[in-house]
């Protein structure tokens, strides 16, 4: 699988997005703590017709994400991106069952595939493993600070990997 996309739900369970990730909240408000007036409401705040990829969009997920779901994408030959809210012990606990699912039933050919971890609140990009790492509980062996190599101002300034906002990151610049 090249292209692949996930949540995961507070609870753990990995749910597969269909088009993209707020197509999946739309199709699925309720799952998500929302109602389809409140989307249409962030989206009309926003000027934007319902589904783009904008600054509606952004709003939505980021606040998904707040209350504990997980956003994962696979970029092609390239690395996972994993948007959490905070590196907790129980977020590192789901992505360890996430990574050895995804090895053991071969959703994930490439055991040596980069795994960036985007906890939004910290400024900091997770890139130092990859799904393999993460299956054998290295979240839980080292300290958060060994962890994060990258380091920006706020999750919208990472020139280093030449992204400018949460929408490049998604869209793979």
Known sequence: MSTDAYWISPRGKLVSVGINHIDTIIKNPKKFGYSTP????????HKEKMGVEGDAREEIILDVVKSGWIRLRRYVNRYWSITI?????KTK????????????KKKEKDKYMTVQIV???SGKII???????????VLVSESYEDRCILEAANIED????????F?????GN
Do not use: C, R
């Open 158 to 165: 990472l020139p280093d990997i030449g992204l400018k906002t």
């Open 85 to 89: 809210n905070t590196l907790n012990n």
């Open 93 to 104: 606990d789901v992505l360890w069952q996430w990574s050895n699912e995804m090895l053991k």
């Open 119 to 121: 906890p939004i609140g």
């Open 167 to 171: 929408k490049d990151w998604d869209n």
């Open 127 to 137: 890139t130092k493993y990859d799904i393999e790492d993460i299956s054998n509980d």
């Open 38 to 45: 409140k989307i249409e409401k962030i989206y009309k705040k």
